[in-house]
């Protein structure tokens, strides 16, 4: 199959009137549709190259921006709720499903994008074909200040949209890789703060993912891990992921 180097920008309206941007692969005759959720600071332009990997290898992706990260714009580091986020990946399994006739889909879930896609598959698991997880952000070794978690709840009552940075400032906490890093460094679309609103919803979508565990359906799952991963707890996930 010849390589596919080109993507469709799409701008994606949700049903809040939210619209978020988005690439899309579709190959001549897909033989399955993968929508692909990046991570908590990151951003689609991060996985372009394995999108384009997935797609030479003949499925069709959707790498959307989650809303208020990457290029879009509105509402920078908000997510009204899990709710809120989950119907978003529901509208884009809908788009998906317009474009490509699919009824059952793939999840790619790097990072923060883990936790997403269990809580997806939990939320509708009839959607979903199959679950890959790279690195998946189920058990940081990386969190919040115990002052700054105070101040989240604080404000959670009397001030949702108050910001908080992202306590992954450093670019060496995501790859050793100098060249990777000084991109990570100058990345001027990667989400350094997010609101108190955005951690609530972020608790919530973690209870959710590890709540797959009490579920009677069952999907394919792949694991991928990094071996010097200095964000999650590898240990915990591993084992996590045998107990399901």
């Known amino acids: 199959m010849a390589a596919m180097s080109a993507f469709e920008?799409?701008?994606?309206?949700?049903?809040?009137?939210?619209?978020?941007?988005?690439?899309?692969?579709?190959p001549a005759e897909p033989r399955g549709a993968v929508l692909y959720l990046h991570g908590i600071q990151s951003h689609g332009l991060w996985f372009e190259a394995s999108a384009r990997r997935l797609a030479d290898a003949g499925f069709a992706v959707l790498l959307p921006d989650r809303?208020?990260?990457?290029?879009?714009?509105?509402?920078?580091?908000?997510?009204?709720?899990?709710?809120?986020?989950?119907?978003?990946?529901?509208?884009?399994l809908n788009e998906m499903h317009v474009r490509t006739g699919f009824t059952r889909f793939h999840l790619v879930g790097v990072s923060w994008g883990g936790k997403l896609a269990l809580a997806m598959f939990r939320d509708q698991p009839a959607r979903?074909?199959?679950?890959s997880l790279v690195a998946p952000g189920l058990f940081s070794r990386v969190d919040l200040p115990l002052a700054q978690k105070i101040r989240v709840v604080w404000s959670a009552v009397t001030r949702s949209a108050a910001l908080f940075p992202i306590p992954l400032?450093?670019?060496?906490?995501?790859?050793?890789n100098p060249r990777w890093q000084a991109f990570i460094?100058?990345?001027?679309?990667?989400?350094r703060l997010v609101t108190s609103a955005f951690l609530r919803a972020?608790?919530?979508?973690?209870?959710?993912?590890?709540?797959?565990?009490?579920?009677?359906?069952?999907?394919?799952?792949?694991?991928f891990l990094a071996e010097h991963d200095r964000i999650i707890d590898n240990h915990e996930t591993r084992e996590f992921v045998r107990s399901l």
């Open 169 to 176: 400032q450093d670019p060496a906490l995501f790859t050793a």
């Open 185 to 191: 460094h100058r990345d001027n679309l990667s989400l």
């Open 202 to 223: 972020s608790r919530r979508l973690n209870h959710d993912a590890l709540a797959v565990a009490k579920m009677t359906e069952h999907c394919p799952l792949r694991l």
């Open 128 to 131: 979903i074909a199959g679950i």
């Open 9 to 26: 920008s799409l701008r994606i309206r949700f049903s809040d009137q939210y619209e978020a941007y988005a690439r899309w692969w579709r």
């Open 67 to 92: 809303r208020g990260s990457g290029r879009n714009d509105a509402e920078r580091g908000h997510l009204p709720s899990a709710r809120r986020l989950l119907t978003d990946l529901s509208e884009c």
